[in-house]
């Protein structure tokens, strides 16, 4: 028996890597039986065949899945931002939390464009997440610096990749090793031009070890599926401080002796971050408005 990991999954052959090795492999007629079909990112022991190729016999237990991509025990993500060219949108980037949170996946930022940070942007944003226990890297692709840290954040973990168009998540891709933007791209490509059917995906691997993937159109998502009463604890700062609110179903709006708004007023949430909550409060209403008609 071998133990390896899920990396590609093409009709009905599984490409799982052990060592150095990647092996194809059928999986066991049991697992269609109890309706259980193996991930990218599972972990797996196989059998050999006589023939050289691999029978899946056992799937652990995974700690978390992905629905787009489809992917199972992801370590993390990265959340990519330019600092100028395009600015940054960091609405967009609460809402990338938010998902990250709502699945319980990590978030690493990782501010990229250093190079012509003229306003000093980087510590901005690193002084509205860093308290709030996002770890925020900052990168230039034109410098080649920031990447000793990045590396060390993606090593031996599987990391989504996310993030808006033209911030360089390529550049930095083919930074950390050249021709991994292609690898990456041509299963993104993959995936868009798919029928919205098909859970493709795949794990790149890191020479340095670890496993990236790509999440193509995953900054167009919406957070429609995240229920009112749970945005709050998709906010570690407002979870945090929602214990010591008056009401426990308080949603830190209107409410008296709300501890989240005292907490905004001394400062001690960001007021950007407080703005954003009733953004997307506002939206999450609206949404179930529309709904009811
Ligand atoms: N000044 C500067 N430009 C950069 C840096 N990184 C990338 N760029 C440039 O920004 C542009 C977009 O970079 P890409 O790597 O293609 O961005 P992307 O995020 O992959 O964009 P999509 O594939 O459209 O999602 C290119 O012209 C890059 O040369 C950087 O650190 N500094
Ligand atoms: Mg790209
Ligand atoms: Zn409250």
Not at 44 to 54: A, F, L, Q
Not at 99 to 115: F, H, S
Not at 156 to 181: D, E, H
Not at 218 to 230: A, L, P, Q, T
Request: proline fraction near 4%; glycine fraction near 8%.
């Amino acid at each position: 028996m071998v133990e390896g990991i899920i990396i590609k999954g093409i009709a009905g052959f599984y490409y799982v890597q052990a060592g150095d090795t990647v092996y194809e492999c059928k999986a066991r007629g049991k697992f269609k039986n109890k309706n259980e079909t193996p991930l990218v990112g599972d972990c797996v022991t196989i059998s050999m065949d006589g023939e050289g190729k691999g029978v899946i016999e056992t799937i652990e237990p995974r700690r978390n899945e992905l629905f787009r991509p489809a992917v199972a025990n992801v370590d993390q993500s990265l959340i990519v931002f330019a600092l100028k060219n395009p600015d940054p949108h960091l609405n967009l980037l609460d809402k990338l939390l938010i998902l990250g949170e709502y699945v319980g996946i990590k978030a690493i930022i990782c501010l990229n464009k250093a190079d012509i940070d003229d306003i000093n942007m980087f510590e901005h944003i690193r002084d509205i997440y860093e308290p709030i226990g996002y770890k925020v890297v900052v990168t230039s692709v034109v410098d080649q610096s920031g990447f000793d840290v990045l590396m060390d954040e993606l090593h031996g973990r599987i990391t989504v990749l996310a993030g808006p168009s033209g911030v360089g998540k390529s550049s930095i891709l083919n930074t950390i090793q050249p021709g991994l933007a292609a690898k990456v791209g041509e299963i993104s490509e993959k995936i868009k031009r798919g029928k919205h059917t098909t859970r493709h995906s795949e794990l790149i691997a890191l020479e340095s070890g670890g496993y990236v993937v790509d999440t193509p159109g995953f900054s167009s998502i919406d957070i429609e599926f995240v229920g009112k009463e749970h945005l709050a604890t998709c906010f570690p700062e407002i979870r945090e401080m929602a214990n010591a609110c008056q009401f426990n179903n308080c949603m830190h709006i209107k409410e008296p002796n709300c501890a989240v708004k005292e907490a905004v007023e001394r400062g001690e949430i960001h007021e950007e971050r407080y703005n954003s909550y009733l953004y997307f409060m506002n939206l999450l209403e609206d949404s179930r408005r529309k709904k009811q008609w």
